[in-house]
């Protein structure tokens, strides 16, 4: 036999030829299953080569997925609290911004950034998605809109900016975050927090698939750590549903007190009348003029200087006449009577057309400048008492009120009203020291079926008590004067446990026919912001009428059911 070293030059080719063969053929078999001639002759599996085990490690290690880290991270994400340095260009102000107004302390502020050469406190960022520019996340709005302003003067210190990036959290947040820190600030209007909760409330519904109540809202916005409060709250839904006309000159003290009172008479007054419609239209007439007045005053400050600016403000009485005098026209009612039934509704919801157009201003005075307003008595259900079985005797019985103490007390009533519900349960009774008394409600969680929330179910279980108190109603020695279809008669009638039990139920206690009234019901009421001065400004008019007629106050006072 021949080496290989003896082999021709064609043996050696076709002997190499061979080789490469048997290589490819052992290169494609599968090392684990056997060849057909094994199978027939049931040999075992040829073992592998040095070279067939590299050539098979190498292809078994094409199969493997890869173990970087980095593998499943989309390079464009952010990275909340990284630092990053920004073209100017990349940056836009915030778009859902909820102060529309410039900034008052625009100049200082552009002096400081000329000064300084770059913005010191470091602006936090965000944006939708890459493919947009960002922006501001929670304020720096007004530094943005400066830095690019200096950069389009020629100032290259503003070219890129070194700001913080927040991987993006949601339209709704983001909204929050920009009032929260307006709010901090204290530079922002009713009307633009009234735009950015309208706002917040969109996005947070879209993004959520869910309604919100104002409720809901409330306690959403609380928990993003807004706490306006359910009143303030309802203050801002209203001011968007119904005043966006004058929506920019409202201040919250004057929706909140005069003019939401005033317009939410007049709607239900269009309702009871059928005439909704036209008198939604009436209103937003009104609006419209006095907001293009404002808007016209606006407009001619920009041409001033700043000392001989007129400041543009709304004119709230003359407001709430306009609207009465629309409202009269569309009703067919007279003009001087609107005042007194507006207080009617507000404090009797459930008065008939026919009651209403009954209701007549009491005889103005020629000496006073009053406005005039009608008689408590006419304006809650007519409601009187029975004199023939009465036990005060005729001697006893307190005079008729006067006129001007009932515009007072009227006065009086609608502002705690405004502040805290309480039409439900008010009653008139002339028959009683003050003229009223309070009934038991339905429910101290809502007013006519709507809930009125936790904070005003407290304030209305705070104030039953105290009126109820003070009204004269826990003394037996009016208990006669109470009517009868009333359900502080029929309880009273059932015994001392029907009336303990509706007492508690009102969230007060009864005991041995006597209202316990405690430090924690006046303290609730004088402590809070808007309820407090209502509550006084009535105390105070009830005391004045207590000195000028001591004489209704020398009835002895007698416990129930004693």
């Known amino acids: 036999m021949r080496t290989p070293g003896s082999l021709t030059a064609a043996q050696r080719a076709a002997s190499l030829r061979q080789q490469a063969a048997d290589t490819a053929a052992a290169n494609t078999a599968t090392p684990t299953q056997p060849t057909p001639q094994d199978s027939m002759t049931g040999a075992t599996e040829k073992p592998l080569n040095a070279n067939e085990k590299r050539v098979q490690a190498a292809r078994e290690a094409l199969k493997v997925s890869t173990n970087n880290a980095t593998a499943n991270i989309d390079p464009m994400d952010e990275v909340d609290g990284s630092i990053t340095i920004l073209s100017i260009n990349d940056i836009v102000t915030y778009s859902h911004n909820p102060r529309s107004k410039p900034n008052s302390k625009r100049a200082e502020i552009k002096a400081s950034l000329q000064a300084e ?20 996340y929670g304020g720096g709005n007004t530094r943005v809109e400066l830095c690019k302003e200096l950069f389009a003067e020629g100032d290259e210190r503003f070219a890129t900016l070194h700001v913080l990036t927040k991987k993006w959290p949601g339209e709704a947040a983001v909204i929050t975050a920009h009032l929260s820190e307006n709010d901090n600030r204290g530079d922002i209007s009713f009307w633009e927090r009234t735009q950015g909760v309208v706002k917040f409330k969109s996005e947070y519904q879209a993004e959520n698939k869910a309604q919100l109540s104002v409720n809901e809202l409330n306690k959403v916005l609380k928990a993003s750590g807004l706490n306006y409060g359910i009143k303030m709250v309802q203050n801002f839904i209203f001011a968007h549903e119904y005043l966006s006309l004058i929506g920019p000159w409202i201040k919250a003290e004057e929706i909140n007190s005069i003019i939401r009172p005033v317009v939410s008479s007049l709607f239900d007054l269009g309702t009871k009348f059928d005439k909704s419609d036209e008198v939604k239209n009436a209103l937003d007439e009104i609006m419209l003029m006095h907001g293009q007045d404002l808007e016209s005053t606006e407009l001619a400050n920009k041409d001033k200087e700043p000392a001989s600016r007129q400041e543009p403000r709304l004119d709230v009485q003359g407001l709430i006449t306009d609207f009465q005098t629309v409202v009269a026209k569309v009703l067919k009612l007279q003009v001087d009577n609107m005042p007194a039934v507006i207080q009617a509704v507000t404090l009797t919801p459930n008065l008939s057309i026919e009651e209403i157009q009954q209701i007549k201003a009491v005889e103005k005075d020629p000496k006073s400048k009053q406005p005039q307003q009608s008689p408590i008595g006419g304006m809650l259900t007519g409601v009187k008492g029975k004199s023939s079985a009465s036990t005060i005797t005729d001697q006893q019985a307190p005079k008729s009120n006067t006129a001007e103490f009932e515009k007072q007390l009227i006065a009086a009533f609608s502002i705690l009203n405004a502040a805290v519900p309480i039409a439900d349960f008010l009653k008139t009774d002339p028959q009683l020291p003050y003229g009223f008394f309070v009934d038991f409600p339905a429910s101290m969680d809502s007013v006519e079926g709507k809930p009125v929330g936790d904070e005003m179910a407290g304030l209305r279980e705070a104030l039953w008590p105290v009126l109820a108190s ?6 037996e020695a009016f208990a006669q004067a109470i009517p009868d279809n009333s359900s502080w008669a029929l309880t009273r ?70």
Request: charged share 15%; aromatic share 8%; glycine share 6%.
């Open 117 to 136: 050469g770059r913005i010191t406190n470091t602006i936090t960022v965000t944006r939708r998605s890459p493919k947009e520019k960002y922006f501001p």
């Open 470 to 475: 003070m009204s004269g109603q826990a003394n």
């Open 493 to 562: 009638a059932q015994g001392l446990e029907a009336m303990s039990a509706s007492c508690i139920a009102a969230g007060v206690a009864m005991r041995n026919g006597l209202i316990y009234v405690t430090s924690m019901h006046v303290w609730m009421l004088m402590s809070h912001a808007v309820v407090g001065p209502a509550f006084m400004s009535l105390m105070k008019v009830l005391s004045e009428h207590h000195v000028s007629d001591p004489a209704k106050f020398q009835i002895s006072f007698k416990k129930l059911f004693s």
